[in-house]
């Protein structure tokens, strides 16, 4: 099935014969065959070694690697007993780790299948929905406005189609595409006659002849040198400058206990393994698999409710969001449009323009759209018909012109009528005349602001209003843009789409979760204003497209910021409206399915989509919604807070016990004959101190935080970290304290009651430290509290299992040293409690 290098110097019939295809397409068993053959259409790798890199990932941790390397220098010394405990546990960490994170892995791509993308192929001789991926060469696909090119071809036949190649070539512009051959030697970026995967089609209809597929198409050369890398989002930005902060914190620990046990001439080794360790309890070393945990468990959770995450990082976005961008229609209106009425220029309902406005509806091949399927549906119901029609020519829409037209023949093909219907202002624009009963007469100024008014009347009252306009004359061979001109102005298309009885509510409860509903759309200011005003917005805080073209960035900056209503606006200026909005310090997310609508969607910090929409706006957004519905989207908003707050607590939490426990043993360690705990014993403290930490992902949120977006703020993680790190380093120097002054332990005792201590403090703050509130108004999600519990109870039980507290170096606690632990724990609880309220207090509430 090998083609041309220079294919795109070839007619499609040609390629044909190369492909051993026909125009008609593949059949099924075919296409099956050259699938297994060729593999599937992706450019990605499928997934298979996702596992292994994974696991991999887990073990390229430094620090992980230094311990193994510790192990194994212990193991060549003779020591085998505590190299194979801490190699037991660096694998019981990792595994977990993995197991964790792969599955929020599976997770996610479960919910990634569910928005498979699908194209039209011929298969059978008869058009098909068939999986992108399923695509193979030999494949003929039919493409229309908003869909992706799912594969590299050559153009078959075409019609007004333009293809927006910026992904691949740069070009800002939309190309137009035609079957002509080009000339060997022509650049990929003038190569007229072809598509390519990865761009999409901004207007018209095409039948293309896929030529490669995956990474044999031009996009998947690229692909194979470099390496994708997606902008970094807050959320990945937050945790790097955390990971900054722990890696200056471990490096000090690190240093200051090496030359301390170095000055006391402890052994190399044995002082290694201690700071190292240290390191390892400060560092939060499954975070990796708690943020993969909590993300993906909010996103099954979110999915549950109808909203499908694309990228695990928008949970996070979608819950910072404070404005939210969206068009009316299917969102804030039932999007169910109907026919209301087809009146000519009077305002009289007329069966004439009901049939031309069928017509023009019915013979049509471009974007699919409620309006056209509202007069399809009427004019059926009047008895009209198609058949035996003779359809000449298209003029498809596109978001300039915002007109389509129909060329029919008449009187046996003697003369063409070419239908138009569009905006009413672009309509007039292309008209000369304007129809009466007994004939078309000149439209002059005054009938141009008649029926201009008689449209702004009738979208105040909430209807939706299209212009038709008509021309017949001699037949052409083929008709353009500039053919649109001398029309007749027929009439107006009234449709009615009503205002959803929940949109008024969804907004407010919104509003009450701090985000500010604005309506982005292309639609009539009027209308805009009627369905602004029936939700509870400000229809006189607008911005029309006509006074965003005539600002300069810097004044919409302060313009946007003011405005309920952006109408009349065009794709591009939707785009300077999200950025116009981000750049006043708003987290933006931004609601659309149409084509027109995926420059906002990129541009926002999250884009969220709809499961029907077209190809180009489903695959620019971060989120997608199984129905378009504000109250769906609310949803998803309170499960973003619910996975980031949690994210947080684990976070928090984590890194401030196991900075205060890590602290108070270095300032401990030169002033002690012995080390504090040893090597294994942190191990076994950290891994243990981990296990209630994976069930923080179901933990119960307080509404006071979902009431609020919170964003990432890693100064004040770390102000957190050091107030509440030096409340448990203050209770680890009073037990050290107790242990030496009252108790008089030695090593063994001493090692094992601050280990049960340690522990026992580390899970015990979780569940104070978990809430901003009062801890006893705020009761835990049950798998957390009975994992805490447990391991709790293991805590204490480890030094009485003689197997395993001889393997540790545990010994039994005495009853009165038991009590002491108690009560110390009971003390640093308590003392907790108030430093919380404190800080809280100082940090704002």
């Not at 708690?290 to 996070?316: D, F, Q, Y």
């Not at 009077?346 to 056209?372: C, H, K, Q, Y």
């Not at 008895?383 to 000449?392: E, P, R, T, V």
């Not at 789409?497 to 639609?523: E, F, N």
């Amino acid at each position: 099935m090998a083609v041309a290098r220079d294919y795109w110097t070839q007619d499609a019939a040609a390629l044909c014969g190369a492909l051993r295809a026909a125009l008609y397409g593949l059949a099924s068993e075919e296409a099956a065959r050259r699938l297994r053959e060729s593999g599937p259409n992706r450019v990605a790798p499928d997934g298979s070694t996702r596992a292994l890199a994974l696991f991999g990932r887990q073990l390229a941790s430094p620090l992980v690697l230094i311990l193994v390397f510790g192990a194994v220098v212990s193991a060549l010394l003779g020591d085998w007993l505590d190299a194979s405990i801490i190699l037991a546990i660096v694998a019981g960490s990792t595994l977990l780790g993995f197991a964790q994170e792969y599955r929020g892995s599976r997770a996610v791509a479960a919910l990634r299948a569910r928005l498979a993308l699908a194209t039209r192929a011929w298969r059978d001789g008869a058009l098909a929905d068939v999986p992108v991926a399923a695509v193979v060469p030999g494949d003929v696909v039919e493409l229309a406005a908003g869909n992706l090119v799912p594969a590299d071809g050559v153009i078959v036949s075409a019609r007004d189609f333009l293809v927006n190649e910026a992904p691949l070539t740069g070009e800002s512009f939309p190309v137009e595409k035609s079957p002509a051959p080009c000339v060997a030697g022509t650049p990929l970026a003038r190569r007229t006659n072809c598509v390519w995967l990865g761009t999409s089609v901004r207007s018209g209809t095409a039948c293309v002849l896929v030529v490669a597929t995956g990474r044999a198409t031009a996009y998947g050369a690229i692909a194979a040198g470099l390496r994708e890398r997606e902008e970094e989002g807050e959320f990945a930005r937050g945790l790097r400058r955390f990971g900054y902060l722990l890696l200056r914190t471990m490096l000090v620990i690190v240093v200051f206990v090496l030359v301390v046990n170095q000055a006391l001439h402890r052994p190399v080794l044995e002082s290694l393994l201690f700071a190292v360790a240290l390191a390892v309890g400060l560092s939060p070393e499954l975070l990796p698999a708690i943020v993969s945990v909590t993300l993906s468990k909010g996103a099954r959770a979110m999915a549950e409710r109808g909203v499908i995450v694309k990228r695990l990082e928008a949970i996070e976005n979608l819950g910072g969001i404070d404005v939210l961008c969206t068009d009316k229609t299917g969102t804030l209106t039932t999007g169910a449009m109907a026919l209301e009425a087809a009146v000519d220029p009077d305002g009289v309902a007329s069966a004439r323009v009901l049939r031309l406005a069928f017509l023009n509806a019915a013979l049509e091949t471009g974007i699919d759209n409620p309006l056209d399927a509202a007069l399809v549906g009427a004019g059926e119901r009047a008895s009209l018909s198609a058949a035996g029609i003779d359809k000449i020519d298209e003029i498809p829409y596109d978001f300039i012109r915002r007109r389509l037209t129909i060329v029919i023949a008449e009187d046996g093909g003697a003369t063409h009528r070419t239908i138009t219907k569009g905006a009413v202002r672009e309509v007039l624009q292309v008209c000369d005349r304007v129809a009466r009963r007994d004939g078309a007469v000149p439209l002059d100024d005054a009938d141009r602001a008649r029926l201009a008014d008689y449209a702004a009347r009738r979208g105040a009252d909430g209807l939706r209003v299209l212009a038709l306009a008509s021309r017949s004359g001699p037949p052409q061979a083929a008709y353009g843009h500039g053919d649109e001109r001398g029309l007749a102005f027929e009439g107006f298309l009234q449709f009615v789409d009503p205002v959803k009885p929940s949109a008024r509510g969804a907004i407010a409860d919104l509003a009450a979760r701090g985000i500010r509903t604005r309506i982005v759309t292309g639609d009539s200011r009027h209308v805009a204003a009627h369905v602004a005003r029936a939700v509870g917005l400000d229809p006189h805080a607008m911005l029309t497209g006509e006074e965003i073209a005539a600002m300069r960035d810097e004044a919409l900056w302060r313009r946007a910021e003011a405005a309920d209503l952006f109408g009349e606006v065009d794709p591009q200026q939707k785009g300077r409206i999200v950025a116009a909005l981000r750049k006043a310090g708003h987290a933006v997310g931004y609601l659309g399915d149409g084509i027109n609508d995926a420059p906002p969607l990129a541009l926002a910090d999250v884009g969220i989509s709809v499961q029907g929409a077209v190809d180009v706006a489903r695959e620019s957004a971060d989120v997608v919604l199984v129905r378009a519905d504000l109250d769906v989207l609310r949803d998803g908003v309170e499960g973003g807070r619910r996975a980031f707050a949690n994210t947080l607590k684990y976070i928090a939490i984590t890194t401030s016990a196991n900075f205060g426990n890590m602290v108070s043993m270095a300032i401990a360690a030169p002033f002690l004959p012995f080390l504090p705990l040893a090597a294994k014993q942190i191990l076994l403290n950290n891994l243990l101190s981990d296990v209630p930490s994976i069930a923080i992902a179901s933990d119960n949120v307080d509404p006071a935080q979902l009431a609020r977006a919170e964003r990432w703020d890693v100064g004040q993680v770390r102000r957190f970290m050091v107030a509440f790190g030096l409340v448990s380093t203050l209770f680890d120097l009073a037990t050290f304290a107790l242990l030496l002054g009252v108790f008089r332990a030695g090593e063994p005792l001493f090692r094992t009651a601050l280990f049960v201590v340690s522990l026992a403090t580390e899970l015990a703050v979780v569940l104070v430290l978990r809430t901003p509130g009062p801890s006893w108004r705020s009761a835990p999600g049950r798998w957390l509290a009975w994992t805490t519990l447990a391991t709790l109870v293991a805590a204490v039980a480890i030094p009485y299992a003689t197997p395993l507290a001889d393997l540790f170096g545990f010994v039994p606690l005495p009853p009165a040293l038991l009590a002491a632990a108690v009560a110390i724990v009971a003390a640093y609880v308590a003392a907790t409690e108030l430093a919380k309220r404190w800080f809280h207090r100082g940090a704002g509430g």
